[in-house]
């Protein structure tokens, strides 16, 4: 039992691998970058990848080093994520399990909201939010973190709900257990393979969401790069310059991949009965 | 109350569900009489078994004995003192003194607390509360003895549920329910659950800590022969309420209410001789809703011996003799029997 579990796990391994990887290049790009992110260089507009240059993914249409700016822009994306999603959990959770465990009148309350904010596509409400506050990073964050409210809230009403029902929840209550006791040791920590599955997703979701925001030109304002930012930019050259697209959504790609497998690996490593499966 | 004998004495209980109806503005379209009127006493180290089909209120009648389910009517008193008066503080101090074994030896266990931890929670809770004085090391000790005398070996601490049987998850259950030192145990349907011949272990495994421990037990069950080796007095429920009550053995020699005699001839005999000449009453019907508004007799529509007055007027439970009661008009005549 030396060696913690998540490292036995090969999905959750090559996950936290990937997120690794781009959390090192957030803290390289801090420090050094190959190129000045947004200094443009008019004499090398839509270079192709080559290693005499230096420019190792090329230059996009203002001369711009793609490599630098995929590298700025991971730590927007990655910041973004996690915060959105911090802050659409911690609120959601608490409302689903409020709900869930009270059950009657505020059960019916807080999830007829959470219904009400379901019932806009999320990309719409996030346009919707950001619309209201604003364009810039912190309000990009409450955007995100909006629109998962309500999927947090479900998902932990519906997980309580089901969990409350339990024999073991009597037996707690039985052997002198009060409400919070209950909810935290025995409620909570049953639920956590779902929200942790859903917070996994939404790491994700919220790099698509924020590449769709900037992508739409509500998010993150170029100079400032971000990946979706990039990827809107090199719509109108990517015929002839690929590399502007491909790089930004590779890294995309990657990243909303890292996420994937780690929450895979975590439910598999968080859930004691399928621990000894594999 | 004046009884020290008497250990649990239940008066008149009812609980009623309500139906809702509507989506916004919750209706009451009824109740469900789970449990209408249910009175019994339970005697220090006696084993009381309480008997009916599904959905007739035993389990029920049990958590609202243990005062998880709210009950509309009617009072328990464990020990002579009245447990809905209690404040939740000392609730809490009472529940140590009678403590349950579930039905569902799967779901009563918390998948993710290993078998060692979930035997010593309730003393790690009454520790936390400073309601008991005991030491971690006391603890482990403690939860260690408990599993060895419930048949587990100590060195299963660390597994989690998922890695027992059903008869050894069982066992966690009942050392969970032992480890506060209760003087009741209230046993929810313990076998039912089980294997025929996990049944029996488990069923020895109750008598032989009965015996030791001298705990007295309520003892919930639909199978006939469990109750008859396990109990030394049985409560027959039908529809919410107790039909009759007898030392086990009158009971099965002599039932008589009618709805105890159709339920007693249809136990499955071992010997396909005595099986074949025996009368079996076979009732009609079913068991009306618990919904239902009603008068009379709970049982007059499914009794083969069903009289006029048990359509308007319904049988209060009364003595045929000190060992024996029963609520049915067929016996209410002057000159009881002795």
């Given at each position: ?164 029902s339990n024999e073991?929840v009597r037996a707690a209550r039985s ?104 | ?7 649990l004495?239940v008066?008149?209980l009812k609980v009623h569900f ?14 469900i009489?789970a449990v209408?009127?249910v ?11 309480l008997?009916?089909?599904?959905g007739c209120g035993k389990s029920t009648t049990a958590m609202a004995v243990a005062q998880l389910e709210a009950a509309t009517?009617g009072?328990v ?6 447990l809905s ?6 609730l809490?101090?009472?529940r140590?003194?009678f403590q349950i074994v579930f039905q569902d030896?799967?779901?009563s ?75 009741l145990i209230l046993a929810d349907e ?28 309520l003892?919930i ?16 429920m039908?529809?919410g ?98």
């Amino acid at each position: 039992m030396e060696k913690p579990r998540i490292l036995k796990n090969g999905i959750a391994v090559t996950g936290l691998v990937i997120i690794l990887f781009y959390i090192i290049m957030i803290i390289v790009s801090v420090f050094w970058l190959p190129f000045d992110s947004s200094a443009m260089d008019v004499k090398h507009v839509l270079e192709s990848p080559s290693f005499k240059t230096g420019h190792l993914f090329g230059t996009d249409e203002f001369g711009r080093d793609v490599l630098s700016r995929i590298m700025k822009g991971s730590s927007v994306s990655l910041i973004i994520s996690i915060s959105a999603t911090a802050f659409g959990a911690l609120i959601g959770i608490l409302m689903g399990i409020w709900a869930g465990f009270l059950g009657g009148r505020w059960d019916n309350f807080i999830m007829r909201i959470a219904d009400i904010m379901f019932s806009f596509p999320s990309l719409l409400l996030a346009i919707f939010i950001m619309a209201v506050l604003g364009e810039n990073t912190y309000n990009v964050i409450i955007a995100v973190g909006i629109v998962y409210i309500p999927q947090f809230a479900r998902i932990s009403r519906g997980a309580i709900i089901s969990l409350k029902s339990n024999e073991f929840v009597r037996a707690a209550r039985s052997n002198g257990a009060g409400d919070s006791y209950i909810l935290f040791r025995h409620l909570l920590p049953n639920s956590m393979p779902p929200i942790i599955v859903q917070i996994s997703l939404s790491l994700s979701v919220a790099i698509l969401l924020e590449s769709s925001l900037s992508f739409l030109g509500l998010g993150i304002q170029p100079p400032e790069p971000s990946w979706g930012n990039m990827l809107s930019g090199a719509r109108k050259v990517m015929m002839i310059a690929p590399w502007t697209a491909i790089y930004p959504g590779l890294a995309i790609v990657t990243l909303v991949l890292g996420f994937n497998l780690l929450g895979d690996g975590l439910r598999d490593v968080l859930d004691p009965r399928l621990r000894n499966v594999r | 109350m004046g009884n020290p004998d008497i250990l649990l004495d239940v008066k008149d209980l009812k609980v009623h569900f309500p139906i809702e109806k509507g989506i916004l503005l919750k209706k009451n379209a009824g109740w469900i009489r789970a449990v209408d009127g249910v009175s019994f006493s339970v005697r220090k180290g006696e084993s009381l078994g309480l008997v009916g089909e599904s959905g007739c209120g035993k389990s029920t009648t049990a958590m609202a004995v243990a005062q998880l389910e709210a009950a509309t009517a009617g009072k328990v008193f464990f020990e002579g003192r009245d447990l809905s008066l209690l404040s939740s503080e000392e609730l809490r101090r009472a529940r140590m003194n009678f403590q349950i074994v579930f039905q569902d030896p799967y779901s009563s266990l918390n998948p993710r607390m290993r078998a060692g931890d979930l035997i010593a929670e309730p003393l790690r809770i009454y520790a936390g509360k400073k309601i008991i004085s005991i030491s971690e090391n006391d603890i482990q000790k403690k939860t260690a003895s408990l599993m060895d005398r419930c048949g587990l070996s100590p060195s299963f601490a660390d597994r989690y549920p998922h890695e027992f049987s059903g008869g050894q998850r069982q066992r966690i259950g009942i050392a969970r329910a032992l480890s506060l030192g209760p003087k009741l145990i209230l046993a929810d349907e313990p076998v039912s659950a089980l294997d025929v011949s996990i049944q029996s272990q488990i069923l020895n495994l109750l008598k032989d800590l009965q015996q030791e421990l001298d705990l007295t037990f309520l003892f919930i069950a639909h199978d006939l022969a469990v109750v008859e080796y396990f109990c030394s007095r049985i409560a027959v429920m039908y529809l919410g309420q107790i039909v009759e009550t007898a030392d086990s053995q009158t009971l099965y020699q002599q039932p008589m209410h009618p709805y105890t005699r159709a339920l007693l001839s249809a136990v499955p005999l071992p010997d396909p001789k005595s099986a074949r000449t025996r009368k079996r009453i076979i009732l009609k019907g079913d068991v009306p809703s618990p919904s239902a508004v009603r008068s009379g007799c709970p049982f007059m529509e499914r009794c083969p011996d069903v009289m006029e007055r048990c359509r308007v007027e319904a049988p209060v439970l009364s003595d045929l003799n000190e060992k024996h009661q029963v609520a049915c008009f067929l016996y209410d005549s002057p000159s009881k029997q002795i």
